[in-house]
């Protein structure tokens, strides 16, 4: 495994983690999304995502159980609904996500989205809050804006911005130019999320490239050249910048096990260039 490191600890985080979206929903498939999360960490996934609004929580619950017995090797993320985002808000949301997970400490707590009922300084002030307790370790968003981060940076003080979790994959590469930038300057961590487009699939944007079509069959092409699949030439691709990791989420083993193996080469010069050209940023 790769690791990047976040900036505002000193703290290394795997490159590639786990998504958990969807987990939780079916109780007929929860076995094998424990399955599913153990065997990603014993391949060195250890980061995971989660959040209280995947599932009503179920998807946290599927994480707790998980962990089980393994807490101290896990990097745990789960965010708050923005909802849920005045101060004694997030200060209840915390203590029932740390119950369904099982746990004592979240490594880092995300505001999911940006509100439009709450202020960011009354959201950061009762994240700093969960700092000073213990019940998390680091502080970040999801989805914000450069001023967005400015704002949650100016309330939080003294405790640094760690994270902003964000969209990135061949078909959205908006972050590129401010969000990416912005971060990198401020030791913020970017963590990618739907490296295979699938969340902006869901909400009417591209997915991922269709079977059959130029942008499939060239990722194919390339990923000939090096023994690997078209999902995992996207995956090396998306991690490919400095502080930015990735959180595809997966449940068939042989894609865990293709996640892993997607990393730890690097594509060429004129590969990046028939990609760049091919999903233009
Ligand atoms: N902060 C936010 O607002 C936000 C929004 C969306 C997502 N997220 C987080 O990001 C995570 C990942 O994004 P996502 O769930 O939208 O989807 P994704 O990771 O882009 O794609 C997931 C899909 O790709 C498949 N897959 C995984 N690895 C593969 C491989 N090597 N080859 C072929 N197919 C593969 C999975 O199949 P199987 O499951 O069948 O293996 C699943 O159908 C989420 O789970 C969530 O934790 C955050």
Known sequence: MLYRTLVSACVNVPVIGQGTWKF???????????????????????LLDTAEEYAKGGSERIVGQAIEGMRDEVFLVTKVSARNCSYEGVLQAAEASLERLKTSYIDL???????????????????A???RTGMIK???????????????????????????QVAYHLNDRHI???????????????????????APHVFGKPGFPAAGTPERELLEAIGAKYGKTAYQVALNWAIRLDGLISIPKAVKPEHLLDNVRSIGWELEAEDLERIELA???
């Open 129 to 131: 809050q969960l700092v």
């Open 24 to 46: 939780g929903e079916n109780p007929a498939t929860a076995g094998q999304e424990i399955e599913a999360l153990r065997f990603g960490i014993a391949q060195g996934m250890s």
């Open 279 to 281: 999903f233009p940023r």
């Open 109 to 127: 707590y995300l505001q999911h989205w940006p509100s439009d009922t709450y202020e960011v300084a009354e959201t950061m002030e009762a994240m």
């Open 138 to 164: 680091h502080v970040g968003v999801s989805n914000f804006s450069v001023k967005l981060m400015e704002q949650a940076q100016a309330a939080l003080g003294d405790i640094p911005l760690a994270c902003n």
């Open 176 to 198: 590129e130019l401010e969000i990416w930038p912005y971060c990198r300057e401020h030791g913020i961590l970017v963590m990618g999320y739907s490296p295979f487009g699938y």
